[in-house]
């Protein structure tokens, strides 16, 4: 078993602009042991060439390639080769707040060596457009973050979560269902600012772009919700399987932008309301409009 607390998984494609701040942010981490891994996702530009040049310099940063394609792919080859104790997914372009890695550990360590257990922290949201700069996601003290963003993961969860169907563009909607749905999993939440999350538009989503864009990238990312009932219901308490049938039922009709029988589903009101901010142009425009009074809650 390795020595080493956590294990950083990044998969990147072409971040020249930012991967090397972001990497540097992660090797300059404090207070523990842990090893970056980094797989290249097929990158044309020069974001290998910059991590090879860090690579050289920082030796517990491994540089990968991934032998297929793909986001998801390129996390769970990276995930495959994690030795740390606990994982941590983060992304290519955000940037690690100094001693956050370590305070994270600290919130886990504590937990047993055979325990499934997720450790959450928050975000602020960083970008050159105000309106979406230095938001803090989520806004309620004791509170981390479910959006998927670096979650602090045992091996237990990491088992259960990964490999995240590569026919999916993104892994965070996957991880977000897995941790909500899983309830014999132990979440720990804190304060900690464990992210700043970069909103640009090299993003593969975010709400810089017009509703139709945003639409058609939403909706296969979506398709997480109906593929993790499929492989998972069965495992599930009758209540967490309920309300995530629900959730199936919610992304049906706001993928047709069917505003009733998002309504008259039976999941949370917080699912009603995120389905109907992305159900049609009007509902989009007006969260855009007040992005900064309701993020974060």
Known sequence: MSD?????????????????????????????????????????????????????????????????????????????????????????????????????????????EHEAVVGLCKL???????????????????????TGVSYMMSRQVVSKIFPVPESLPNEDTWMELAV??????????????GCMWRVHSGNSINMLVDFPTYNRKLTPRMAAIGLFYDRHASELSNASRDELYQKVRCESSRSKGDMLGILLSNTSLVNRLRALSACNSFFYNLRKKLYGLLSGW
Not at 5 to 25: H, P
Not at 125 to 145: C, I, M
Not at 180 to 193: E, G, K, L, M
């Open 124 to 146: 602020i949201t960083l970008s050159e457009n105000k309106k979406f700069d230095g938001h803090l996601v989520p806004k309620r003290a004791g509170q981390g973050g479910l």
């Open 180 to 193: 909500t749905h899983f309830v014999d999993w132990t979440v720990v939440h804190s304060d900690i600012v």
């Open 4 to 112: 080493l607390n956590v294990s950083v998984v990044v998969a990147v494609k072409n971040e020249e602009k930012y991967v090397q701040s972001a990497m540097l942010s992660i090797l300059r981490q404090q207070g523990l042991s842990f090893e970056l891994i980094v797989v290249d996702d097929g990158s044309t530009d020069e974001t290998y060439n910059i991590l090879q040049a860090l690579a050289a310099e920082y030796t517990n940063l491994r540089l990968l390639k991934n032998p297929n394609s793909g986001k998801c792919s390129a996390f769970n080859f990276g995930v495959q080769h994690a030795t740390g104790r606990f994982t941590c997914i983060y992304a290519g372009d955000d940037l690690m707040p100094a001693g956050s890695l370590a305070a994270r550990f600290s919130m886990v360590a504590g937990c047993g």
